[in-house]
């Protein structure tokens, strides 16, 4: 769940397979119809799934006891940069896995490397089984490279025990969230609200999603770049006003220090999502039974909007000999009811709707037992989330720029909103220079 940095496309001048239409808001207008993947779903298959969620083998387990002729052998993999950069060199020597668990964020390094298949053509049995918001983590200029997998809708948590001795209530508006965090600091100046950590770019892009931000659109076969947008740079401000303050930290998360003051009370709440309360757990131990979950504060009151902060889907590598059949196993995976039991038992949140219901969601994680409706709420939380209409085609070039600037822009207490502009401008920048025609920006 932390922050990745992903590997810059060594195929400087490789095109997105499909970006040759508008794509508009969905991602897929103006799009030809898909072609068939050929072969036999059903056909004898011997299919390898490279993944790395702890456990998943349990789930293979279950497909093999019900598909004796299509044998799915799992290798466990290291996520992050590393599998992508070893799927991509399998894919060069020609001994690429059928299948891949890949972040929704490495999608797009791994389609310009022209390394996965279009399945366009094969999900329609599971279209409805996923929000919409969810399909746009998985589609890319009108076509859809894998199935949605597991998804970190993003949501506040905060200490209840410490709101209550303050006499704070839980802000329902980021104007109200503002407010609470100066409250916070005039009221015992040992606390803080939370801080903001300046170097996860997916974090930022889960709260500009939330803000209604698509940083990238293909118009007509050219990418349109929207980085420097008002959402974002509302967003950015919003938060650089609280740092330049004093009103929040600016320290980053997932260090010794940030561990210490979530676990003795210095910091008393954390934008983070659905797999927060297992992070809790491991860093803030004794606020065990102390911390409570509620949505993202909203820009608009009355408004119900949230964005996506990890996760992970299924794709087929585009040189799997066993297409059909890995497209197959990878609807299977992620909408089978008795899959979708074992991936929540083995942690993770499901992408699909029904797993989000899924009897293993009925208790509360054990750290957070008192908020019995932990899962409940979060299955509502998740229908409000918002992702891109797209990816692009660097976002890993994207990404660095935004954790390459913002520590820096935070430590100088500097104006957040112009980060914006640079990444921007480095994003477009690095489109031209691998050969992708851009309008505006």
Known sequence: MRRRTFLVSSAATLFLSACGGDTGESG???????????????????????????????VVDLWNEKNPTQKVTLSGQAAGDELTAKFLTAVKAGNAPDVVQAE????????????????????????????????????????????????????????????????????????????????????????????FSPGDAGWLAGFAQQAGASWWANENGAWKVAIDDPATRKMLSFWGELVGSGAVLGDPMYTPQWNSQMNDGTIIAWPSAVWGAGVLAGVAPSGKGKWRMAPLPQWNAGEQFTGFWGGS????????????????????????????????????????????????????????????????????????????SSWGPNTNVTYGA????MPKAVRDKSDLAAVAAQVQQESVADLKKQGYQVVGG
């Open 28 to 58: 897929d207008a103006g799009q030809a119809a898909p072609s068939p993947i050929a072969g036999d779903e059903n056909a004898p298959a011997a299919l390898t799934f490279w993944a790395w969620a702890e456990n998943i083998q349990r």
């Open 104 to 195: 929704y964020q490495a999608l797009p390094t791994l389609i310009t490397n022209n390394a996965l298949q279009d399945l366009s053509s094969a999900i329609a049995p599971v279209t409805s089984a996923f929000a919409e918001g969810t399909w746009n983590l998985t589609s890319f200029g009108g076509a859809t490279y894998a199935i949605p997998q597991d998804v970190g809708p993003m949501m506040l948590f905060y200490r209840a025990d410490v709101f209550e001795k303050m006499g704070l209530s839980v802000p329902t508006t980021w104007e109200e969230f503002g407010a609470l965090a100066e409250t916070v600091r005039g009221k015992d100046s040992k606390r803080y609200l939370t801080t």
């Open 313 to 388: 889907s299924t794709a087929v590598s585009a040189s799997s000999k066993q297409k059909a059949q890995a497209a197959k196993f990878a609807r299977w995976l992620n909408s089978d009811p008795e899959a979708l039991k074992l991936l929540v038992e083995i942690g993770l949140y499901p992408a699909a709707t029904a797993g989000q219901s899924s009897d293993g969601l009925g208790a509360a994680p054990k750290f957070m037992a008192a908020q019995t409706d932990y899962y409940a709420s979060a299955a509502k939380i998740a229908q409000t989330a918002r992702g891109f």
């Open 402 to 405: 935004f954790e390459n600037l």
